[in-house]
């Protein structure tokens, strides 16, 4: 069933679990996430971002997730990282109940005023709207405490900017950025910074960035040709703190594209005589299914629907 996105995270904060957010572009991985979510009953947020909606056209997505959503599990419809407000309003239009506006690039205050504007266009349709501020960015790069209080999300002005705005979400920046290179070595996120946020914003927060790049998924690809240096990303363990002090929504694409990309390169090694799409696509279904399961067992969302 389609669900509010912040009625389940207003819930997921309070009971201190987060509920998955999996960015989609086509059937395959719309059904893996729907597969795994049916097997161990977790809500589930359905993400597609700009370059999703260019890529695959807003109405095939749209249709495509709305059949997901004919079923038993609570799903949400979301826009990740609007950026034009074109988009926001072909997402309103095409039936969308969660648009993200992320003016986190911008000026504090066009930050607010295009956030403003989001929430006067959405919350009479009665959808939800998740805002953003500070920046994603490497915890590495950002050497001094000047440069990481620069540009991670300082937690007054992240409570200012809940008021100023009233979005029903925040996404903030301790660390994690997109993709998967994401950290050299054993960084961890800035968990500090985060229980000061959740201790004056009582929204869900949102966690971008958030990929763990597991290291069996970056082995088996390679073994089969890709070339993936040092990328890393999120550990299990930190997922963990940040659920524990008030991150609600968790984003994931990259791990799900990883374990595409091993099940592709291996079904391509292994059946050369094969030209059936259905068949060369299986190991990839099955490994963003597992995936997929794993997340929804690590962020505590398993059981919730
Ligand atoms: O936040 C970025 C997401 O991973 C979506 O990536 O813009 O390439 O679809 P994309
Ligand atoms: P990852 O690249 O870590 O999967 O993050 C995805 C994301 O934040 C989408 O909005
Ligand atoms: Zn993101």
């Known amino acids: 069933m389609l669900i509010s996105a912040k009625k389940i995270l207003t819930a997921a904060r309070a009971k201190r679990y987060a509920v998955p957010a999996f960015n989609v572009n086509n059937l395959e991985i719309l059904k893996a996430?729907?597969?795994?979510?049916?097997?161990?009953r977790s809500p589930v947020i359905?993400?597609?971002?700009?370059?999703?909606?260019?890529?695959?056209?807003?109405e095939y997505l749209a249709a495509m997730i709305r059949v997901a959503a004919k079923g038993k599990i609570p799903v949400v419809m979301h826009l990740d990282h609007g950026k034009d407000l074109r988009y926001v309003k072909l997402a309103l239009a095409n039936g969308y109940n969660s648009i993200m506006i992320d003016g986190s690039a911008l000026p504090y205050l066009k930050n607010v005023a295009i956030t403003k504007k989001v929430v006067a266009l959405a919350h009479p349709k009665g959808v939800s709207v998740e805002a953003e501020i500070g920046a994603l960015a490497g915890i590495e790069d950002l050497i001094s405490v000047k440069e990481k209080d620069a540009a991670l999300t300082n937690p007054e002005e992240a409570v200012r900017f809940a008021k100023d705005t009233k979005c029903d979400s925040l996404a903030i920046a301790i660390g994690t950025s997109h993709g998967a290179?994401?950290?050299?070595?054993?960084?961890?996120?800035?968990?500090?910074?985060?229980?000061?946020?959740?201790?004056?914003?009582?929204?869900?927060?949102?966690l971008h960035g958030a990929s763990g790049v597991r290291e069996d998924l970056k082995t088996m690809a390679e073994k089969y040709g890709a070339k993936l240096g040092e990328a890393r990303g999120v550990m299990d363990q930190d997922i963990k703190a940040a659920i524990k002090n008030g991150v609600a929504k968790i984003n994931i694409d990259t791990d799900?594209?990883?374990?595409?990309?091993?099940?592709?390169?291996?079904?391509?090694?292994?059946?050369?005589?094969?030209i059936d799409p259905r068949k060369l696509l299986e190991p990839s279904n099955i490994l963003m299914r597992e995936v997929a399961m794993r997340k929804m067992r690590l962020f505590g969302s398993a059981g919730k629907a």
């Open 33 to 40: 996430v729907m597969s795994a979510a049916e097997k161990i």
């Open 46 to 58: 359905i993400q597609t971002s700009e370059g999703a909606i260019e890529y695959a056209g807003i």
């Open 181 to 206: 290179y994401k950290f050299k070595g054993k960084t961890h996120l800035d968990i500090g910074r985060l229980k000061k946020i959740a201790k004056l914003v009582a929204l869900p927060i949102v």
């Open 256 to 274: 799900l594209r990883l374990a595409f990309t091993a099940g592709m390169r291996e079904a391509l090694h292994d059946l050369p005589k094969v």
